[in-house]
């Protein structure tokens, strides 16, 4: 799903609730002269250099994703966490094992406490990763869960079909504040290696971030840019962007308002979207082609229809 926040696993894995403010994780960027990002709306023009300092993945100088506020992170309980079990069993998905605060920040997820508890507890460092992978293939909505050593990468299969690769990040048996700088780390490099293959991030001030690959952003960017530079109002708006799957259902209009709110239109995004077609050869949407709902609910109401035409010809 486009609008999907980017924090499903790999993001989540690395958000740990935890403080950075002095500490430097790597100072040294590396260019991007792909993809496209957004910060509360407002367009970063390129070429994209990503940093990760003082507990913050940075942009061009600009935060596009804090971790934390103070250092060091405060140690957590040695008690093996438990997911609550009425959470556990109406997940479908990573997000819905999202922890959120009273502001609807997202501050944590379920099973990233319980394999930053892997990662602190562990017997060795092969032990840190098998034991991660066992916990993933258990939860109720993963069918399956591989290691592809060769790349680093965790290889899962949801029981809905979606297949996701992230990085395994816990290479080695680590203290808590040692796991914390090699996670923020490890973010900004994926966010590097998925920009350079034309990843477009919209990133929020209140730490979620949301992000499709180059053929949704082909599909999408043009009307994207297009309703949030209309007249329309940001209700109006942010329902035609739920409707096209890039904000997804499960965030309200004050989580994601930013993107409305902060939104300009530039030279440089105007043509740069505008080659999109020409680079992908994929024909952009149009308003028309918009569904009456969002994916998830149209999802929703197919399932329902499903149960009720089962239940009439019992």
């Known amino acids: 799903m486009i609008g999907r926040a980017f924090g499903s696993l790999f993001a989540l894995l690395a958000f ?8 430097t994780t790597n100072g040294v960027g590396e260019c991007s002269s792909s993809g496209f990002v957004f910060i509360d709306g407002r367009y970063v023009e390129l070429p994209y250099f990503v940093t990760a300092s003082n ?8 935060i596009a994703r804090r971790f934390a506020t103070e250092w060091p992170p405060k140690v957590e309980s040695p008690e093996k966490p438990k997911i609550p079990k009425d959470i556990l069993s109406r997940a479908k998905s990573f997000d819905d094992l999202v922890i959120t605060n009273a502001n609807g920040e997202t501050v944590d997820a379920w099973h990233c406490r319980m394999i930053r508890w892997i990662g602190q507890n562990a017997k060795d460092d092969d032990n840190v990763v098998e034991n991660a992978r066992s916990f993933i293939a258990n939860l109720p909505f993963v ?17 809905s079909g979606t297949v996701t690769r992230y990085g395994t990040m816990m290479q080695r048996k680590a203290s808590p504040v040692q796991w914390v700088e090699r996670a923020i780390e490890d973010y900004a490099s994926f966010m590097r290696n998925t920009l350079a293959n034309g990843r477009t991030y919209l990133c929020f001030s209140n730490g979620m971030t949301l992000s499709f690959g180059e053929p949704e952003s082909a599909e999408n960017l043009a009307l994207m840019c297009e309703i949030l530079a209309s007249t329309q109002t940001s209700a109006s708006k942010l329902n035609i962007l739920r409707r096209m ?27 740069r979207v505008y080659r999109l077609k020409d680079k992908t050869g994929i024909q952009p949407r149009t308003i028309d082609s918009i569904p009456d709902f969002s994916p998830a609910e149209t999802e929703r109401r197919a399932i329902d229809a499903a149960i009720q035409k089962k239940a009439i010809h019992q």
């Open 16 to 23: 740990a609730c935890l403080a950075v403010g002095g500490q």
């Open 55 to 62: 507990g913050s993945v940075y942009i061009n100088g600009s």
């Open 143 to 159: 069918k399956e869960a591989k290691i592809d050593r060769l790349k680093g990468e965790f290889v899962i299969t949801l029981k």
């Open 245 to 271: 799957g890039i904000l997804p259902d499960g965030y309200d209009n004050s989580t994601v308002m930013g993107l409305v709110n902060g939104f300009r239109m530039s030279d440089e995004l105007t043509n």
